[in-house]
């Protein structure tokens, strides 16, 4: 009797001072993470996926696990991300993986690739197309593992000055975009250009360059470029879908008791699907105002597109040429691509052409 | 000192008890939940959901929060999953609100309507167009609350015995599908049938019916009906994207600690963008098979779906203006299309469209 007593005050004390037993302990430790985006927080949309993602792991934890999100340039600057979960200053970050393709081209297939794969295609290569693993197995270069964490879907072709009639008027033209989409146009005589986002609108302004790429209407409309490059071209061919990822060091990963891990890997899910659905709801509305606000949609011409494509196409070989890792995922992406094209030609396609032409004849 | 003493040797013996203290034994308690699919495990893409969902959140709760999937008819029939929800038979369903048609036309606008939304834009109008909690004001007279569960993507349109050439051809046709599309139909004096599964290839086989509508490539190859019925039409307009949904008894829903509502709602996102991955990722080949097989693919002519889609749009003037919900539903719906429909012509439908056509020239 007396050392039941002695038990159960002894378990009212602990309650009150939060010491939990060692087998809770065990499965739900306090755990305080930092996150940094690639991303200000201005493009709330992409920004906010590592918000609902870290609101998320903590409500599932009841806040025993934090993962506190930093913009861009709060701990390093955007571009510096990675680097920043490889070397354990941080533990993850949510950022696009094609901002490494100057360590790796390799890297440009976490995100997109000219003439790619587009938003819902990535996500069947990433989780039933064994995309996800070729990726992971190379991130473990640098000590990352990652988890697909949204998408932009079908990103515009950008702002230009002039019509893009030719392929003739690519060569010579100064324009803000990077990465392999950047060697594919130099292969045509453009002249790429690595501006950050605020210096965009004056140098389209002056004329230091004759066009730009941002993202799509929702985020370009808050930058303003239709008033100084009024031709609004699509599709961004270079990215038919812009995956972003959640990178985590992967000692910290290995870390985290299985429940943490079965946790993130739910709520990186959700990010996922939940930042494409906010884009695509805001999308609309801001395409709407741009046109409003003097923007001109011009489609890329065929030619353009093809010529493009065709140059995109060496630009693979060049590389695979002498790096194995790309030529390995290029070659299982290009596999997944001919077959996922194969089969959105029949159903998808013909939906969304029907809807388009059919709700468009309605006003 | 003594004092201190005491409390960590109470300690190690609660720990060997496994005793919790009751803070922790509020937010994670042990719960076990019943789900009924309204599949059968043969369809291994669409029930594998709810294992998807099952699985990640036991492995968040450390197996304290188990919810246990059965088939359809296990417990109840696939078609009663959501009454089993309604009157406690069962915590939980995998479903397909457009089941429930019977009950409610508007139950419809949680799956798919004719001449609706694609997959994506479903996602958009659930987490960011108000198109949950819309849905979920509406299951509430059920004593539902949902969370999207997963898509098919675009449906194919079916097997059919003869070639569909003009709208004459689907006057008499009988074709085995349910819900608004064969109230659509039968305006165009199809006859619909309800039949099982199971049922539909001797049906089709025999000539009791003339057509037969199932999902798409990867689930029809299945049930073999390229035997039978060798014309495969698409798309399937009456699903341009068909959701699933988890339905939850919202007294259950109530009693959850928030810890374990944040687990269900990351793991359901989580199965939602899986569920569509792995059709998306396995359909292709299927539909190669099938072509290796016999099925002569062909789309749906033009005047066909237009005959159709006017006549969706007579049945819903007419559902609307006796039930109010499904009018209130179907305004804030159709306003959504129009915008999504006007964003998706500009970029994505571009670029699905010249990728569709960049690979078929390559093979």
Chains 1, 2 share one sequence.
Not at 106 to 127: C, D, H, I, M
Not at 131 to 142: S, V
Not at 232 to 254: D, R, S, T
Request: some cysteine; aromatic content about 14%; charged content about 20%.
């Amino acid at each position: 009797m007396k050392r039941r007593q002695f038990i159960k005050v002894a378990g009212a004390g602990l309650a009150a001072g939060a010491v939990a037993s060692p087998a809770i302990a065990q499965s739900s430790p306090e755990v305080k993470w930092r996150l940094t985006s690639s991303f200000p927080k201005s493009l709330d949309t992409i920004y906010g996926a590592a918000e609902v993602f870290s609101k998320l792991v903590s409500e599932a934890t009841d806040g025993k696990f934090q993962i506190q999100v930093f913009a861009a340039g709060e701990i390093v600057p955007g571009l510096q991300a990675a680097d920043a979960v490889q070397n354990g200053t941080v533990e993850s970050c949510h950022t696009a993986s094609y901002y490494y393709v100057g360590k790796d081209p390799t890297f440009a297939f976490g995100t997109a690739v000219p003439f790619g794969l587009n938003s819902r295609q990535e996500n069947a290569w990433f989780y039933h197309g064994g995309g996800q693993d070729l990726l992971n197995e190379f991130y473990k270069k640098y000590n990352i593992y990652s988890l697909p964490g949204g998408n932009t879907g079908t990103q515009m072709g950008g702002w230009f000055r002039k019509e893009v009639k030719t392929v003739a008027d690519l060569n010579g033209l100064k324009m803000r975009i990077g990465g392999l989409a950047g060697r594919v146009l130099q292969k045509l005589g453009s002249v790429p250009q690595q501006i950050a986002g605020g210096d965009i609108y004056p140098a389209l302004e002056k004329g230091t360059i004759d066009a730009a790429e941002w993202v799509g209407p929702f985020d370009d409309e808050k930058l303003g470029f239709n008033k100084v490059a009024p031709f609004y071209y699509y599709p961004g061919w270079w990215e038919g879908g812009a995956a972003l990822h959640f990178f985590i060091n992967q000692a910290k990963w290995a870390e985290l008791p299985k429940n943490y891990q079965a946790i993130v890997t739910a709520a990186a899910g959700y990010a996922n699907v939940d930042m494409q659905a906010k884009y695509d709801a805001r999308n609309p509305g801001a395409l709407r105002r741009l046109a409003q606000g003097g923007a001109q949609l011009r489609p890329f011409p065929l030619e353009v597109m093809e010529a493009c494509n065709k140059a995109a196409n060496e630009l693979y070989t060049e590389i695979a040429k002498d790096n194995a890792d790309f030529k390995k995922i290029l070659d299982a992406y290009m596999n997944f691509r001919g077959d996922q094209y194969l089969w959105w030609r029949v159903a998808e396609a013909n939906f969304d052409n029907f809807m388009i032409r059919a709700t468009s004849a309605r006003g």
